[in-house]
């Protein structure tokens, strides 16, 4: 079947055990998408693959780049196909320039930079193979554009990992995979907490924000659904900010 139909697609998602990776799970199971639910917590992977009508729990932690592929050849070989991956896995730790710790660094650019690869590059051999293309889609930031006070490591991740799906739009498109990337705010996710349970720090991101609240995680993936859609099909190599007017706000 087409990867162009909505019935009998298949989709992984990387970090779908909670947040924005949870929503999107449920955004893509709501089309008729059959969804890999790839998480290191297995438990988690488990319990929101238990929410949709078509799902498979995965296990991997995405800095493991043989772990992800297996995990991802294991869907293909149970469904026979794979049509969209997002990478949803990421976190994010706070520290100024002088506070830097050079371990958490690299450990923040393992996960959201090379596990995105990982998953991008694991699916794409699929997509490639099945000759029907594929969607794939990354999870950026507002800081994959702006830099924040103590986000040396963060800004620097998801900087990268705008140039990484730009890159990956570019070397995908002759086996027609599109690559993109979305862009959100502040998002009421349990990675967001901390700071949103902080009422002076919330206050100031809010009031940065022209909406003047956080995103909803399915707010974010109703994007990332969009991108992953039939309707996306002319739309490879962009960067959607879904961040409430952020950076409109400059």
Known sequence: MSAESAIGRVAV?????????????????????????????????????????????????????????????ALAAATGRVDVAVACAGIEIHGTTHELDLEVFQRIQDVNVAGSLHLARAAARHMAAGGDGGRIVLIGSVNSQVALAGQVSYATSKGAVLMLGRALAVDLAPDAITVNVVGPGVTDTPMSAASLADRERSQRLLDRIPLGRAADPAEIAAAVAFLASPAASYVTGAYLPVDGGWLAHG
């Open 13 to 73: 998602v990387s970090g779908a055990g909670s947040g924005i990776g949870r929503a999107v799970a449920v955004a893509l199971a709501t089309d008729g998408v059959h969804v890999g639910c790839l998480d290191r917590d297995a438990d988690a992977a488990a319990a929101t693959a238990a929410l949709l009508p078509d799902a498979t729990p995965l296990v991997a932690d995405v800095r493991d780049a043989a772990a992800v592929a297996g995990a991802v050849d």
